[in-house]
C-alpha cells in the first residue's frame, strides 16, 4: 500500500508570512508525528497525534508552530510569521498506534524561509 | 550572517568489513530503542529496535546492543554493502506514548 505522503516536497517562503504543510499518514494508522530536521541535526520532535486523544504539543519551539489532524487522518503544519531560523525539513510518520510501533516516515517538506 | 556547517560524526568502512555505530542516549528511564537509516533525500528508515528488559536483539545482517549501565546503544552491520551508505540514527522513548527523541546521527561511508 501507499506509504506516508507529504506536500509541497520544497516550500520556499519570505520571512514573515504563514506557510502550511501537509500529511498524508498511512490508511488505518492512529498515530500520527511531526518532527523537524535542520541542516546535518537528528529530528527533533514536534507534536503527536493519537486517536481521539489531546496532542502531545511539547515539542513546538513557539506558539507560532500548531498544528491539526482532521478526521483522524491528514494533519497539517502551521508556521506563522515564518523566521529563517525556521528554514529545516519538516518530516511527518505514522504509526498503527503509539507505544513500540514501527514509526514510517514520508519523505519529508524542505522549508527554506528567505 | 556566516553560517557554520554541522558536521556528522562519520565512519568509513571497507565494502565487506562489519560496522559498528555508537550511540549514547540521554534517560535512563527510557524503556524503548531504535535504529533508523536515512539516505539522502529521504525519510528515516526503521532498521531495529529493543526493548529495555533486552541487551542484544538481531535482524538481518544487524544486531543491536543495549548496555543499560552506561547508557549506550550500539548498531553493528555485518558484511556492509555499498547500499548500507547513510546516516543512522538512534531513538529513545522514555515517557510511554510514541515520541521519539533521536541522537545526533553517525554518516556511515562504505568504500567499494
Known amino acids: 500500500g501507499a506509504g506516508v505522503s507529504q506536500s509541497p516536497s520544497n516550500k520556499v517562503t519570505e520571512k514573515g508570512k504563514d506557510v502550511e504543510l501537509r500529511c498524508d499518514p498511512i490508511?488505518?494508522?492512529?498515530?500520527l508525528y511531526w518532527y523537524r530536521q535542520s541542516l546535518g541535526q537528528g529530528l527533533e520532535f514536534l507534536i503527536y497525534?493519537?486517536?481521539?486523544?489531546?496532542?502531545?504539543k511539547s515539542g513546538l519551539p513557539s506558539d507560532r508552530f500548531s498544528a491539526e489532524r482532521t478526521g483522524g487522518s491528514v494533519s497539517t503544519l502551521t508556521i506563522q510569521r515564518t523566521q529563517q531560523e525556521d528554514s529545516a525539513v519538516y518530516l511527518c510518520?505514522?504509526?498503527?498506534?503509539?507505544?513500540?510501533?514501527?514509526?514510517?516516515f514520508g519523505p519529508g517538506t524542505r522549508l527554506t524561509v528567505t | 550572517g556566516e553560517s557554520v556547517g554541522l558536521h556528522l560524526p562519520t565512519l568509513s568502512v571497507q565494502e565487506g568489513d562489519n560496522s559498528i555505530i555508537n550511540c549514547a542516549y540521554s534517560?535512563?528511564?527510557?524503556?524503548?530503542f531504535i535504529w533508523y537509516k536515512q539516505e539522502s533525500g529521504k525519510g528515516p528508515q526503521f532498521i531495529i529496535d529493543?526493548?529495555?528488559?533486552?541487551d542484544k536483539r538481531q535482524g538481518q545482517r544487524v544486531t543491536v546492543l543495549l548496555n543499560k549501565t552506561v547508557k549506550h546503544l550500539s548498531l553493528q552491520i555485518a558484511a556492509t554493502q555499498p547500499g548500507d551508505s547513510a546516516v543512522y540514527f538512534c531513538?529513545?522513548?522514555?515517557?510511554?506514548?510514541?515520541?521519539?527523541?533521536f541522537g545526533q546521527g553517525t554518516e556511515l561511508s562504505v568504500k567499494p
Open positions: 534517560n535512563s528511564a527510557s524503556d524503548y
Open positions: 529493543i526493548r529495555s528488559n533486552m
Open positions: 497525534f493519537q486517536g481521539n486523544s489531546a496532542p502531545d
Open positions: 510518520a505514522s504509526s498503527f498506534s503509539d507505544g513500540d510501533y514501527e514509526q514510517y
Open positions: 531513538a529513545e522513548r522514555y515517557n510511554q506514548g510514541g515520541k521519539l527523541i
Open positions: 490508511s488505518g494508522h492512529t498515530a
